[in-house]
């Protein structure tokens, strides 16, 4: 089945340092990739997608780009703030489901100190 | 999250007893979804809806029951509530499918 795998947390950081959150994925067949971060109490937002190989997602200084060579999806900012402090989610929907379902990753908790 | 809202936001209930909980839409999209999150599983699907009365099961649905008699409502319920079903759970909408979902903020349910 399709499954989708994050690099463990918490990442700890400190204000203005660079972030990268390893995602890759297993689907048979051409997925779209997502990213969603989760604040504290609140539930998911979306953050950025891509919907097809080589597209480059962007939203809030945050960016990934959906290679299929390596089946990845990688997040990464380049100077973190303390507000950027969340859980952040991987995830992907089959194109050929039309009913959308995502398959989610298991999270990484990211931790910005001042 | 503005046009989707979970009630009640917190419960807590007895092993054994019935539990239903509601997601409410405003933005009149046709799918709608239950999750559960827990830790180191990220969020599982529960049931879908693609329409009134069309639902589907997810990867874990055992225990649980869904019913949409309504566009803007989704009820979720839990038959007879274990501790295993102590989570947090959450609703999301979508009008395009795949194109990504809209949360509600959840409801964090805790079986005793």
């Known amino acids: 089945g399709n499954s989708v795998t994050q690099m463990e947390g918490p990442v700890t950081l400190s204000e203005e340092a660079f972030l990268t959150i390893n995602c890759t994925y297993t689907?048979?067949?051409?997925?779209?990739l997502f990213w969603y971060v989760q604040y504290p109490g609140e539930g998911l937002q979306l953050l950025l997608k891509?919907?097809?190989?080589?597209d480059k997602g962007s939203n809030k200084g945050f960016e990934a780009t959906y290679r299929k060579e390596t089946t990845s999806f990688h997040l990464e900012k380049g100077s973190v703030q303390v507000s950027d402090s969340a859980v952040y989610f991987c995830?992907?929907?089959?194109?050929?489901?039309?009913?959308?379902?995502?398959?989610f990753g298991a999270g990484t908790q990211v931790v910005v100190t001042p | 999250d503005a046009g989707i809202t979970q009630s009640p936001r917190h419960k807590v209930t007895e092993t054994g007893t019935p539990v239903t909980l509601r997601c409410h839409q405003t933005?009149?999209?046709?799918?709608m979804y239950w999750y559960r999150q827990d830790p180191g599983h990220g969020l599982r699907l529960i049931h879908y809806?693609?329409?009134?009365?069309?639902?589907d099961k997810g990867e874990v649905s055992d225990g649980y029951s869904v019913s949409r008699s309504k566009t803007e409502d989704f009820l979720l319920t839990l038959e007879s509530a274990t501790s295993s079903q102590t989570s947090v759970y959450f609703c999301?909408?979508?009008?395009?499918?795949?194109?990504?979902?809209?949360f509600g903020s959840g409801t964090r349910l805790t079986v005793v």
């Open positions: 999301a909408i979508s009008d395009r499918g795949f194109y990504g979902y809209t």
């Open positions: 689907a048979t067949g051409y997925p779209s």
């Open positions: 891509a919907t097809k190989a080589d």
């Open positions: 995830a992907l929907s089959m194109t050929t489901d039309s009913w959308g379902k995502l398959q």
């Open positions: 933005e009149n999209h046709r799918y």
């Open positions: 809806s693609y329409g009134v009365k069309d639902t």
